[in-house]
């Protein structure tokens, strides 16, 4: 086992490069399917160091595997770097920073295994790769991996993660045109449609039981042009969220039957676009938690543990989807200050790696020295394997 001084001689040299590379792809503050300066700069960094680079990977053109050694066991360290249309106010180029310092002090402690980074686009569910890792473990991309690690700037410090299942989707209601005064009843109006669907879906709320967590959300996209035409095309975007992945999907189904039922009642034609694949509610693994709350420790920080505390999840990520494949562990970097609001302009403010590099600094060192005493001890892994099996069963 490294003592905290061996983490620092691997790590600690990397500072500059962790703080210059987040720091541009804070600056490039690319929205999610379109990083393609972000995802090419780490591409690039990780081939200066010797690792083997992948990009684009598995037909996703922002997306990228880097790998590093051979053999088991193989743990994928999960980057991101989509930012939102205010900046990068969820902090993935932290994430980013984070990755790349990990991975490389991994390559240069590790006795045996590989080490893998998962260039993963567009989180946030924007463009056409939303939920990419979703779609990068249809295609393979976790097929040899024993575990992984995600990471996120929060507004404490924790470890585990809980997030909710996640669908965004959109219902397009096609009527047909015609003057609102002159001739209304040869028109078919979509509006109605849209209209009443957002009544008839958000009264399901008293059909959902409070112990499943779901919610609802929707807004009118498009709802016409000019009052005087009856409208002839009409879409709601609805984006639903449970605890459970399972049930998530019978209240799509629900819903579902709902904007079927509406359209033939108004007679419109009816189209539901997915806009992301399914993002899956959180498999903790608190063996892999417990040892980076161990670290964390041992570099000076007390973190939270999420996976024993009682609070309910409150956000949503394609990260889920990988713990469902592969145990997987996460930590949450402190920003900002305790209750500080995600995804607004102060939290974009904060993910300044000027700000944020201290704490940047420590998240790579728990986190390297973590995962290698995990990876050169087999019983550890043999507990983290025999978790995720018994938490997948039920």
């Known amino acids: 086992m490294n003592d905290p001084s061996s983490v620092d001689k691997k790590a600690g040299p990397l500072k500059k490069e962790i703080f210059d590379i987040s720091n541009k792809i804070y600056r490039f503050a690319e929205v999610g399917s379109e990083e393609v300066k972000s995802s090419s700069l780490l591409a690039k960094s990780f081939e200066k160091k010797g690792f083997k680079v992948v990009h684009p990977y598995l037909g996703i053109s922002t997306a990228f595997r880097a790998e590093w050694g051979e053999g088991e066991p193989a743990v994928a360290i999960i980057a991101e770097y989509d930012a939102l249309p205010n900046g990068h106010s969820c902090g993935h180029n932290l994430i980013s920073g984070w990755a790349y310092g990990t991975s490389v002090a991994l390559s240069k402690m590790m006795k045996k295994g590989k080490v893998v980074v998962l260039g993963t ?38 470890v585990g993660w809980k997030t909710l299942s ?60 000019v009052t005087s035409i009856v409208t002839d095309r009409a879409v709601l975007e609805i984006e639903l969220k449970a605890v459970s992945g399972e049930f998530l999907k019978v209240l799509e189904r629900k819903v579902t039957r709902v904007l079927e039922g509406v359209s033939k009642a108004y007679g419109t034609r009816l189209e539901i ?6 993002y899956e509610d959180y498999v903790a693994n608190s063996v892999i938690d417990s040892m980076l709350e161990n670290s ?12 024993t505390d009682d609070s309910f999840p409150s956000v949503s990520s394609d990260e889920g989807n990988i713990s469902k494949v592969v145990p997987t562990g996460h930590l949450n970097m402190k920003i900002g200050y305790p209750g500080m609001a995600l995804h607004s302009a102060e939290s974009a403010k904060e993910a300044d790696p000027a700000l944020a590099i201290g704490n940047l600094m420590i998240s790579v060192r728990a986190t390297v020295d973590a995962v290698e005493r995990i990876m050169e001890n087999e019983n550890i892994l043999r507990r983290v394997r025999r978790e995720f099996r018994s938490r997948i069963e039920r």
């Open 121 to 158: 686009p567009s989180e946030e569910g924007i463009g056409k790769y939303a939920g990419s890792k979703a779609l990068l473990i249809e295609k393979g991309a976790l097929d040899d991996i024993d575990f992984a690690i995600g990471l996120h700037a929060m507004d404490s410090w924790s």
């Open 166 to 225: 996640d669908v965004l989707f959109q219902a397009i209601f096609k009527g047909k045109a015609s003057h609102m005064a002159y001739s209304p009843e040869r028109g078919v109006n979509a509006l109605d449609a849209v209209v009443t669907s957002y009544v008839s879906i958000n009264n399901l709320r008293s059909w959902i039981k409070n112990d499943r967590l779901a919610i609802i959300e929707m807004i009118i996209r498009e709802g016409g042009t």
């Open 273 to 278: 676009r997915k806009l992301q694949p399914m």
């Open 296 to 307: 964390l420790r041992r570099f000076g920080v007390k973190p939270s543990n999420m996976d």
